[in-house]
Structures are given as structure tokens and as C-alpha cells.
């Protein structure tokens, strides 16, 4: 294999010369009329002065920095729009007398200030007894157990993809959902699943932060008891 002696002497000078212009900071200080003549060629403008080339960095960084700063208050507003919906819901949960009820609360206004078109509540039938007007609410133990083992492998919180049989499993048949942040109920995820579900694929992802959605979820377990009756 050849080496090009003079491309790898002119890659060495190179170098030395970044070297040299780090370790003395002052030289173009003690060398003001060269900072004048010096060029450096430019994709848009041919050549530019290295004052104009800086000032031109420092104005990209500025308008990078205003970009980041915009997308920090735009995030800002918007977490704070979202705890105060969850901050907001708790009175009218407190309010409901059934599970239908408890559902239609948290499907309409997940709903109508979030933008979650799908929400499901579910109970595990093994460990929790719906009242006749809320069986539809129920989960037959084994399809209970498989959700617990896949999507959410043992996890009480799950966000992400969610294939055809569990969306229509969890949401119903011809539902519209291909995201989903699913979350147990119960201290050990015993007594049933809460969920919703979004059109955008990347809505919810692996991740996510799920403190609000596990509040919401403790919440609805102090529930539970006064809506249906446990099987123990």
C-alpha cells in the first residue's frame, strides 16, 4: 500500500498549526493585520474575513439557542395544560357511582382536552366483581394474564406499539389505535388494566414519563372498592 508523503506531510502541518493556534490563544492579537487579509472560503458568499465567518457562528448559535429556548416554554405550556387536565378529573372520579361511569369520565375528557380518542377500563374477573350494569367492564382472568406477561412483561406501566389482537382486545373491534400507554390497577397490578390509546403510532413510546399516569391509576384503585366488589 502507497502513502502519499506529501499528503500526510501537509496533514501534519495542519495539525501543527491547530496546535499552535490553541496553545497561544493571543496571536492574533499580536497579529491584527493578518486577521484583515485572511479568507476563508465561504459555500454561499466565496470568501470571508474570520471576523465575518465568527460573527456569522455566533449567529447561527444565537438563533439555535432562541430555537431551544421556544421549544423549552412551548414543553413547559404544555406540561403544565397536561397536570392541570389530570388535577382537574379527580372531583368528577370521586363523583362517579360505576365503572360505566368512571370510564365515560375519563374517555370524554382525555378526549375532548388531550386529543386520546380511545380509552378502556378493565377489571381483573378473578379478583374483581362488577355490578350486573358493569359486567362489560370484566376481563376474563386468562386474557388478564396474558396482557400481564405481553405487552407489559410483568410491568404495572407499558408505552408503545400495540398489535391487532391486543388493540382489539383492550379497545374493541375497528378501533383506531396503534399506540398505547397501558397501566395495572391495584398495588400489585391485580385488578385491572386502565388504558388509552392514540392513532399515531409514535405517540406513546418506551420511556415516556408515566408519574401523572400512575397517580391517576393509584386514584381509580381507592375507587374501585366503592364501584364493584372485590372477590376475596
Known amino acids: 500500500m502507497s502513502i502519499d508523503m506529501g499528503a500526510l506531510e501537509a496533514m501534519l502541518q495542519e495539525n501543527q498549526v491547530v496546535d499552535f493556534l490553541k496553545q497561544h490563544p493571543d496571536f492574533f492579537l499580536r497579529h491584527k493585520a493578518l486577521l484583515e487579509e485572511l479568507t476563508v ?80 377500563l378493565w377489571v381483573n374477573q378473578a379478583r374483581v366483581k362488577a355490578k350486573r350494569f358493569d359486567k362489560p367492564y370484566e ?25 391487532d389482537c391486543d388493540r382489539e382486545l383492550i379497545f374493541g ?14 398495588e400489585y397490578g391485580e385488578w385491572g388494566f386502565l388504558a388509552f390509546g392514540h392513532a399515531n403510532p409514535q405517540h406513546y413510546q418506551p420511556g415516556m414519563d408515566s408519574l401523572l399516569l400512575e397517580q391517576l391509576g393509584r386514584f381509580v384503585t381507592l375507587l374501585l372498592p366503592t364501584l364493584a366488589r372485590s372477590c376475596e
Open 41 to 120: 472560503p465561504h459555500e454561499q458568499r466565496g470568501a470571508v474575513s474570520l471576523f465575518d465567518l465568527k460573527l456569522e457562528r455566533q449567529r447561527e448559535r444565537l438563533q439555535q439557542l432562541e430555537q431551544e429556548r421556544q421549544e423549552l416554554l412551548s414543553n413547559a405550556s404544555r406540561n403544565e395544560f397536561i397536570f392541570r387536565v389530570y388535577t382537574d378529573i379527580y372531583p368528577a372520579l370521586f363523583a362517579c357511582t360505576s365503572l360505566r361511569q368512571l370510564w365515560k369520565c375519563l374517555h370524554s375528557t382525555f378526549r375532548e382536552r388531550l386529543r386520546i380518542p380511545a380509552c378502556a
Open 139 to 163: 376481563m376474563e382472568y386468562p386474557l388478564f394474564q396474558r396482557l400481564c406477561l405481553y405487552p407489559m412483561a410483568d410491568q404495572l406501566v407499558y408505552f408503545g406499539r400495540v398489535n
Open 173 to 186: 373491534q375497528g378501533s383506531l389505535v396503534h399506540s398505547m400507554a397501558l397501566l395495572r390497577l391495584g
